[in-house]
């Protein structure tokens, strides 16, 4: 009798291994449908802040506002990869992660650098631009920030959750004023409420670009650590095979050499609509 027993809780035992092993199997097989979740639905939503030229701004085409920019134009490319249209949701950048992880967009691209902050929470492509960060102030004030004690009693602006931010706040003797858009603190540095503000050196150059007369790089010099100087694409940590068509997009890009000609075309659009 108990022999017997002792076989049937054998046998009980090695159907459930089965069953538990074979779920699991199911479970591992269907858990990332990130690219048939997009491709079903037709559209690749991608989250941005649409104010930082030239990776994404605002402009009026043709009597019709858009937002387009490096960024955009490379997520155009993956849009076309995964075969469906783009559409590209503007808000402040704070919110992009958590709009992100909240399913509200399928990738963030907003000139976003690849923390080891931001890596815990969501995951990066392979990198697209490599950063070093500026202090941009008035023409008249070129002379004025030569070194980081030359900063001490300044008021800089820097946006919001941003490395700049950071930057601003370890580097520098100054005042920090965060806000949430980059134009709002460029507006103020030319007000006279802020005495400059820390950007990337291809945002300062956007600006040197539009406004020659009104705009210029402090000699001041800002240290960029190696974690804060890729920018990449963000997407949820579960989307493997998204990040696998991402990856594939932005290394034919860069192979092919037309990663540099979207550049100069978000640079040229800036220069022809963006003013």
Do not use: H
């Amino acid at each position: 009798m108990k022999k017997w027993m002792k076989k049937s809780w054998l046998v009980a035992l090695s159907v459930v291994m089965v069953l538990s092993v074979g779920l699991a199997g199911c479970g591992s097989k269907s858990s990332d449908n990130s690219v048939k979740k997009i491709q079903d639905k037709g559209t690749l939503v991608v989250g941005t802040s649409a104010d930082y030229a030239p990776f994404e701004f605002p402009i009026v085409k043709n009597g019709k506002k858009q937002i387009t920019g490096y960024d955009i134009l490379i997520a155009q490319k993956i849009a076309d990869e995964l075969g469906v249209k783009l559409k590209v949701q503007n808000t402040e950048f704070t919110s992009l992660i958590s709009d992100l992880k909240g399913n509200k967009v399928d990738l963030v691209m907003a000139g976003m650098v690849s923390t080891n902050a931001r890596k815990k929470q969501v995951a990066f492509s392979k990198s697209y631009y490599t950063v070093r960060n500026v202090l941009l102030v008035k023409k008249q004030d070129a002379n004025k920030f030569n070194t980081i004690a030359d900063t001490k009693g300044a008021q800089i602006g820097a946006q919001q959750t941003t490395t700049q931010e950071s930057i601003a706040k370890e580097q520098t003797k100054a005042t920090v004023v965060s806000e949430g858009l980059v134009t709002s603190l460029t507006t103020e540095l030319l007000n006279g409420k802020l005495d400059g503000v820390v950007v990337e050196n291809e945002i300062a150059d956007n600006y040197l670009k539009n406004y020659p007369d009104k705009y210029a790089v402090a000699k001041v010099n800002l240290t960029t650590p190696k974690s804060q100087r890729y920018i990449n694409v963000a997407a949820r940590k579960g989307d493997k095979k998204l990040m696998k068509k991402v990856n594939k997009v932005i290394t034919k890009l860069q192979k092919n050499g037309d990663m540099d000609k979207l550049l100069q075309k978000s640079q040229d659009l800036q220069s022809k609509y963006g003013k």
